[in-house]
């Protein structure tokens, strides 16, 4: 089943309902994602190549949108988990100059499992533009936080 929009937001209970009955969960985690038109950007469902360790429990299927030119090369990007770029580069609906490398790499574990608090409950969630904030400070100091993978 493929989940998109709002629903990306729980995909730890979806999955899991899901899986419970056998059922595959598939996403597009190149494509903004949103039910509603004027979301910003930061707040709409995608998954960095980065964040794919986060989803990878819930999700089975990690379907990329593009055209036969570029489809090589995002397979490539999204199976390293590496990408310094512009997310608009990567994801063609991101609008916005935000660049990769400066996103903290809790980003998709949070994304993944906040339901989405911010559309029902604005004033107390403000996680996506926290992650704003902090990416541009980042940038304008030019310091870059990765995180490593450590193989055992």
């Not at 999955?15 to 595959?24: I, P």
């Not at 995608?46 to 055209?67: G, K, M, T």
């Not at 100059?97 to 409950?121: A, H, N, P, T, V």
């Amino acid at each position: 089943m493929y989940i998109c929009e709002e629903l990306g937001f729980s995909l730890e209970k979806i999955s899991k309902l899901l899986h419970d009955n056998n059922v595959k969960v598939r996403v597009y985690p190149n494509i903004c994602q949103s039910s509603f038109p004027e979301t910003p950007s930061i707040k709409t469902f995608f998954i960095r190549p980065e964040d794919i360790s986060a989803y990878s429990a819930f999700v089975d299927v990690f379907e990329l949108i593009s055209d036969e030119s570029r489809q090589q090369t995002l397979f490539k990007i999204y199976k390293q988990e590496k990408w310094f770029g512009k997310l608009k580069d990567l994801i063609p609906t991101f609008k916005g100059e935000l660049d990769s490398k400066y996103i903290l790499s809790s980003f998709g574990e949070i994304r993944s499992k906040c339901g989405k608090r911010c559309m029902y409950q604005p004033d107390r969630c403000s996680i996506c533009n926290r992650f704003l904030e902090l990416a541009d400070t980042l940038k304008e100091n030019n310091i870059i936080v990765r995180k490593e993978k450590i193989n055992n």
